[in-house]
């Protein structure tokens, strides 16, 4: 059982779903054999364009979806031999707002508590009520909830029986910026409280800022899984943008360095910086007798390595 020492909280092998036909609709083959291991304690980002199955492989993890192959084991329990401790160790915050517009906020979180068997001497719903900021609608009815205060609920929801891993898909798509940010503070609290995060987002800077390590998938199958900075330096481009005062003839420059005039009138020079070091390009250019008046550095971000990766 994971200790928070390097293990992992979740392992994933061979895992497939095809999702039967359904009227003139073909089998629908939605995850075509993933393997992934999730560390304890990290802050994992699953991404992947829409359709590429992320929500498929999280559902798979929440109990909600039957895989039709492979193995799933959840902090040490195998889904299939141990599915209610493999259960009662994941808190699942849907992408879908599924919920009773009958029930109020704190009735909810009891009938979840209830669901996992969480004894009412240990709930916490009235600080879950405040962690989320429902406590001033905590006896309203979930049909008079806006959009925003449903999402607040089902991450108090996932919540309730203190999961050690706490999965969030698309959890700020389409939010506003104040649910984000209270999303992403509560994320990193529970995070550094040591539970073990994974999500999915579109947001490919949030992914970058929020998660040590990511995952991406495409038509089912897993592409790359890395480290957040190892992933970034994968890229491995950058641009250096310099004002030289309008066109000029160009020396030699290092082999590798692709100089490309930009409609501005600036000089890009894209470069592998694995092998060569921005001086070098300057020194090349002085020499060359190009005036520099201005530089900027230009670096690829998540955006690029995922265009990359999921081309064609
Ligand atoms: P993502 O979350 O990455 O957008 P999904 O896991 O929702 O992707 O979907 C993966 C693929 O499986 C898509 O082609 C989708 O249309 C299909 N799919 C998802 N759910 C079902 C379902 N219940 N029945 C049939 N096909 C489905
Ligand atoms: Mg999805």
């Not at 808190?91 to 109020?104: H, I, K, R, Y």
């Not at 600080?127 to 009815?141: C, H, K």
């Not at 970034?232 to 950058?238: F, M, P, Q, S």
Request: net charge negative; proline share 6%; with cysteine.
């Amino acid at each position: 059982m994971p200790d928070g020492s390097g293990a992992s909280a979740i392992e994933i092998s061979n895992l497939r779903k095809t999702y039967a036909a359904q009227g003139r609709a073909a089998p629908k083959e939605a995850l075509k054999g993933i393997d992934l291991s999730i560390r304890a304690g990290s802050i994992f980002g699953l991404l992947g364009p829409n359709g590429a199955g992320k929500s498929t492989l999280i559902n798979i993890l929440a109990g909600l979806v039957n895989k039709t192959a492979g193995k799933v084991i959840i902090w040490g329990f195998d889904q299939d031999v141990n599915p209610r401790q493999s259960r009662a160790a994941i808190g699942v915050m849907p992408q879908e707002l599924n919920m009773d517009p009958f029930f109020t906020p704190r009735a909810s979180l009891e009938v979840q508590a209830g669901l996992y068997g969480v004894p009412k001497s240990e709930r916490w719903t009235d600080d879950l009520l405040e962690l989320v900021g429902l406590t001033d609608q905590a006896n309203a009815y979930a049909r008079n909830l806006s959009g925003g205060m449903k999402r607040r609920l089902l991450l108090a929801k996932a919540l309730v029986h203190r999961p050690h891993i706490l999965v969030l898909d698309e959890p700020t798509a389409g939010v506003d910026i104040t649910l984000r940010e209270m999303l992403w503070t509560n994320v990193r609290h529970l995070n550094q409280a040591g539970m073990t995060i994974i999500l999915t987002t579109h947001y490919l800077e949030e992914a970058e800022q929020m998660c040590d390590e990511i995952a991406i998938i495409n038509h089912g199958a897993l592409i790359v899984r890395q480290g957040t900075r190892e992933l970034l330096a994968r890229a491995d481009g950058k641009t250096l943008v310099i004002d030289a005062g309008g066109p000029v003839d160009l020396p030699a420059l290092p082999e590798g360095a692709h100089p490309e005039w930009r409609a501005d009138g600036r000089l890009a020079i894209s470069y592998p910086p694995s092998r060569i070091r921005a001086d070098q390009l300057l020194d090349a250019l002085r020499g060359g007798g190009v005036p520099i008046i201005d530089v900027a550095s230009e670096q690829p971000d998540l955006e690029d390595v995922f265009v990359e990766l999921t081309r064609g």
